[in-house]
């Protein structure tokens, strides 16, 4: 059992940084692979950007030279540094673990955290 809790969103400038982090409890951190998703109103949810136990990461084409995604194993934390942020970014981000090398793969979610880019 993973519990996640994210933090961070809020109201932005365009061109702004916003940072989202997500604490994680409950199990053993490391053997997760984690992830932020968005989903803006009316669009289905979508893959932002993961980051594997070994910190390799992975990102949309999208926010690619604008997002960092990072972890930190002791202290069981991953975060989203959202820097050059557009209109377009705005939708409720969500922060997901799933263990990779499994039989049946089963994600867990966070409540998701607001993130709106507007002037």
């Known amino acids: 059992q993973v519990q996640l809790v994210e933090s961070g969103g809020g109201l932005v400038q365009p061109g702004g940084s916003l940072r989202l982090s997500c604490a994680a409890s409950g199990s053993i951190f490391s053997m997760y692979t984690m992830g932020w998703y968005r989903q803006a109103p009316g669009k289905q949810r979508e893959l932002v950007a993961t980051i594997t136990s070994g910190h390799n990461a992975n990102y949309v084409d999208s926010v690619k030279g604008r997002f960092t995604i990072s972890r930190d194993n002791a202290k069981k934390t991953v975060s989203l540094q959202m820097n050059s942020l557009k209109p377009e970014d705005t939708a409720v981000y969500y922060c997901?673990?799933?263990?990779?090398?499994?039989?049946?793969?089963?994600?867990?979610w966070g409540q998701g955290t607001q993130v709106t880019v507007s002037s």
């Open positions: 997901n673990a799933y263990r990779p090398y499994v039989a049946t793969r089963y994600d867990y």
